[in-house]
């Protein structure tokens, strides 16, 4: 089925520093989710987002509904070695199905 | 959000024989769906679980294979049949109708 181009696949950085994460689609989605998931678990809820245009912020996270409704990213302030963890990117398609698109994955590796 | 509970958490089993995987959530939803996440993979959606209905199962997923029951709204099984080696995945469910939560997932190798 169809996948979320998410980049970049990997990121190694310093703890402290920002991280910027993106999902893009050839189609256009009407709800866009971004899930952390650490070794062992299930992917766990960050941000929602429902509306083209919306920027939502929680705690470090920030993640915006791209306007042409196609992408979505997600940053990250001030890196913690807590970071560390696979970030999926979500979009579910308009037309009232409930099912959602995963990305790929990005994969945060925070050097303290 | 609902409290996810997935049964069981971790199996090895053998090729050819089947496992029945159970997810529980602590109250009422409409929507429960099944997930697979190959090794370093991304999640798969399986297939919805519909309430006292067949469920609806995405293009390359067959009942055969991973048979459902969704008897009532806080309760949903997914059987794997037949297992293979390629079956070695992490199993998850999900409920929700927006935004979805997930379960831990049931972590499963088949030797």
């Known amino acids: 089925g169809q996948q979320l181009n998410q980049s970049p696949q990997s990121m190694f950085i310093q703890e402290g520093e920002d991280v910027s994460m993106n999902c893009t689609s050839s189609s256009i989605f009407n709800t866009w989710l971004w899930y952390k998931q650490d070794p062992g678990e299930g992917p766990v809820l960050l941000i929602a987002?429902?509306?083209?245009?919306e920027l939502t912020s929680n705690g470090r996270l920030t993640a915006q509904f791209g306007i042409t409704r196609k992408d979505s990213f997600l940053n990250i302030s001030a890196s913690i070695p807590s970071d560390v963890g696979i970030y999926f990117c979500?979009?579910?398609?308009?037309?009232?199905?409930?099912?959602?698109?995963f990305g790929k994955g990005t994969k945060l590796t925070v050097n303290p | 959000s609902a409290v996810i509970s997935q049964k069981p958490s971790r199996d090895i089993c053998q090729r050819g024989t089947s496992l029945t995987i159970q997810c529980q959530v602590d109250s009422q939803v409409t929507m429960m769906f099944w997930y697979r996440q190959q090794p370093g993979q991304s999640l798969t959606l399986i297939a919805t679980?519909?309430?006292?209905?067949?469920?609806?199962?995405e293009s390359g997923f067959v009942i055969d294979k991973f048979p459902i029951s969704r008897p009532n709204l806080t309760f949903s099984t997914l059987t794997v049949s037949n297992m293979s080696p390629e079956d070695s995945s992490i199993y998850l469910c999900s409920v929700g109708d927006q935004p979805q939560h997930f379960g831990d997932g049931t972590r499963l190798s088949i030797l």
């Open positions: 679980a519909n309430q006292g209905s067949e469920a609806t199962y």
């Open positions: 979500a979009g579910r398609r308009p037309g009232g199905s409930e099912k959602l698109v």
């Open positions: 987002l429902y509306k083209a245009g």
